[in-house]
């Protein structure tokens, strides 16, 4: 089975949930995992980094329960921003509704992975056995080497980066991936030459298939994958069983 391991919807003209499912449809994807979404605007990136822009701080949590109950091919993942006092609270709802693990968004929500709010998050998710998945929030206390510390000091929780990293290539998020039991790296937007790179050094076993929707396609994203030189078994690892492991979908 194909999953998704990494979408964001949200009720807007273009990360619609039923536009999402389609797309799906279309790639011959069976499954997909999905975030809320539209907390920045894909579609105007460079005007957050030019501070013209500021993202949306509120997360459409129910958006994506309302998606996952309309339809039994998506799988959520509820995001909270850390420096919430109830951040705790409103996680363990999401949990018990059903929510599939943490999002969380360093550059929407100006947190940094070493704070003690994390710690207590991530505390939460190893006793709950779920996921934390992130991107880089490329400024001090936010970056790869913040994230990995962060999986070193809960082995307990397993922790997936988004794009591997930084982009285009993070050699540290390689090896953190190698050396940690707990410590995984999602696929989307990441150039060909970095993913190949990575599973010959971490194994297949540490690599996961995203699509980044609606930024990316997921058949886009997919071919990469296709075109890895790879064993089927390890294919089918990236694109399905590694996410279905960490989430218990067995």
Known sequence: MIIDAHAHVSPTTYGATEQYLEVLHQSGIEQAVICPGAMLDVRKMSEYVSGKKKPDAIPKNDYVGQSVQSSPMLLGMACVDPCDSQ???????????????????????????????????????????????SHNGWRPGANTADYVLLARKFPRTNFILEHMGALPTDVEAANAAAELDNFFLETSLSSYLNVVETVKKTGASKVIFGSEYPLSHPALEMRKVFLLPITDGEREQILGGNIRGLLRLD
């Open 87 to 133: 951040a705790i609270e409103k996680l363990e709802q999401f949990l018990e509704q059903g929510f599939r693990g943490l999002m969380v968004s360093p550059l929407v929500h100006r947190f940094s992975f070493p704070e003690d709010s994390m710690a207590d998050l991530a505390t939460l998710c190893g006793e709950h056995g779920v996921p934390i998945i």
